[in-house]
DNA sequence: TCACGGGGGTTATACGTAACACTTCTGGAG
DNA sequence: CTCCAGAAGTGTTACGTATAACCCCCGTGA
């Protein structure tokens, strides 16, 4: 594949420029030569080094030491900007500790189609995964790699946990909304079979049943995005029973469920209102800013990929949980309109 | 790093359990058998390598061959939508050609912070490159690799270039607002140094000198991002000219400019229109929706990596430039207010 | 009968690096 | 003077794979 290139100088190379052995350039270069090599030999090495531009060969290293300081890092899509910031956070913190970052992106549903590993096109220490369904993370897991789950069901197998407080999160939501006055619910769900999903519905149905007369007239699944938020809201909008308040999984989500309403002649939040989550750039870009739940992707990132780096240290992390804030924003207030049931229009 | 992980079978293991020599595995295994293996010991390797869950040692694989059929992709942030979207076309067409990508992400000013080879984990066979200041660019091309550029300065050392047609669509936002009645314009431009903004500038200036009247009245940098955009969108606004029209170099922007526009109690597009670029999701999120200029970043990132594999193959793509669209929305109109300077208000 | 061709394998080697085990040399203690 | 310790390097090997080069045996035509 490569052409007519020049070919690249080997440490051998750089052993004949500096009158050295090819030890001696490995040591030199590799930081074991203080005691061993003469400085102003090891000088000479490193300057051979720099005139040839030599750079490892990192196919050879890895054959050689049987690890590569690389991590597998899987995520369902990036064009998600929630992944992306979680994708963000993992290859900082990586690269802090001097690890690379390949990167393989999954649908959320299927689970990896080409094989993840054998398309790295690197040898991998660890793996981390960030909202798989449990069909993917048997795949993953069977490597025998490390394995650092985000966002996901705690122990199922994994080396280590970590996940953002979803069921704190969709409480704060839930009596956010029920203290505003609210009672009839809908909720508008993401149209994915995974932990963090199900979770988000347990956590709502749990609080309104706690509370006398709250309830969830409708649940409408779609896949994330505005366009599928809007149909859903629609419908849930439509319905005999008038929600209230639509309580959306994901911010795109929340997104569509406002449009919808004004397509309806709906005013948020006079009328309805919407919460999202994951506090995404959108959030604050609509009219008005969306009340959501502020999800810490990046530092979910990061706090996954110090997981899995203590993981390949031979530390046994554990599960970690990571706080999340409800934002009041523009997108909720009290319902305007007869609080009680059965009294006069 | 791998702790006590059972060692991981070679292709040796599969020999010895199938009763062949390591050869024949490697020949079965790398379909390069024909006439030279019986067909029943072909199959019982590939049966034994089931067995033992065998997987090509893909570092050694790589030493052996001296190429990886991988990719370096280089792109400033995945956490704006558009370079997501590049990332996923290239992934696209190299995971169909069975070819692996490494994503490297480089701040669009300064270039490459960490080096993008070493810390790639893998051997590369060819690199394609993003939106990259000239002297990002220059690291990259120094390793010798094929390098295919998108939406970057055409003919600058690379082997190929990909490019939307920056020029075209910032020709049809012009013609747009000017057919519309607009004559005063401000640029709400951003503040990064690469070709495709310098191209924007450029061809933005020439429209509006070439119609009598018109002029831009302001440039405004900030970085992408809606606060930014909202910072200068109010400085632009509140200058000693109003302008009628703000040109945004990225939805981002434009987002920005339309929540300034409203903060300052002017209504978009009646008081003032904006237009973005790149026809993001955000674009259809906002209210009114934003008149854009959709770049095929999809098929920019899929269109780059066909050239770069075409690179290897030792084939010269040459520079290739993809069609752009205006999308016609709510946030531009014929401004309202005297069309004339020094008509009665 | 023998040379020969080809099907069906095997042996051996190289890719570039890291590091263990050795060698050589020098200086100082006994 | 001998012996030894440590400094300063070098020779060699292994990592797992792909493939060139070789080998053996059987059938066939001369």
Redesign the pocket.
Known sequence: MRGALPPRP???DVAERAG?????V??V??D?WH????PA?AEAVRAAARELGYR??VA??T????RSRTALVVVPALTNEFFARVHAGAVRVAAGDDVGVVLYTSPLETGPARDPFASAGATLDGVLASSMAAEALAVLSGEGLPLVMLDSEPGTGAAATVNPDIAAGMRLVARHLLSLGHRRFAHVAADVDSWTFRERARVLAAELAAVRGARLVGTRRAPIGVPDGVLAAERALTAAERPTALVCDDDMLAVGACKAARRLGLRVPDDVSVTGFDDLTVATAVEPELTTVRLPGEELGAAGMRALLAALRGESPGATVLPVELVRRGSTAVPQEPAAPGAPE
């Open positions: 080997t440490s051998r050295v052995s090819q030890a001696t490995s040591l270069l590799r074991r005691g061993r090599v003469s030999r490892p060969n050879a290293r054959l050689r030491l049987g």
